[in-house]
């Protein structure tokens, strides 16, 4: 199971790199929109070249969403972002344009993550149209009384049923409970906020032991 960091703070993806557990980054607008101090000078340029710094600290894929609607936009948007680095993944939502531009991307041999599936269907589609990633949201999903842990279920049956290659990102991680539901179900990713990456190597009976143990080691000298 591969886990990836969902943030775009560099300081979270250098400690989360630093652990030696992390194999990819996304991110998209909001996640952005925390990191910049000031946004009335936080240009296009400015966010291309945050995605290039962190393209420096980690060798994985990395999601820049579009922030465009048109098929035609997103293209143009996705060429460029896609022309930062080789990791860069370009993140488009499951919209029919969206489809769209993932279907050309595809073809183009440029990586993509089809965000904001919230549907089995959007998933086969995302698959169908050669989406390199699909990103269901458990959290939001679950937000809302529906079972976010269930769609991813039903999409890696799919796509096992039929054998296609888009890995599955499980994302809108709220808990550690999420990322054991999600490696027990089999979903290839889980794209996780830095505080529960940190959560997930926490155990009360870890620092119990570990606490006796540095009491008992006391007794020996130096
Ligand atoms: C990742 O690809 C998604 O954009 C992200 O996990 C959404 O998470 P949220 O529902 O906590 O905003």
Redesign the pocket.
Known sequence: MKFFI?TASLDEIRAAAELGVLDGV???P??IAKIVRDPSNFTYSDFKEHIAKICDIVDGPV?A?VTTLKAEEMIAQGEDLAAIHENVVV?CPLTVDGLKAIRHFSQQGIRT?A??VFSPNQALLAAKAGADYV?P?V??LDDISTDGMGLVEQIVTMYDNYGYLTEV?V????HPQHVVEASMIGADIA?I?YPVIRQLANHPLTDAGLKKFMEDAAVMKR
């Open positions: 969902d996304t991110t998209n909001s996640l999601s969403e993140k993550n965000t904001l990103s949201f959290g939001r990102i994302a809108s991680v709220r794209t906020p």
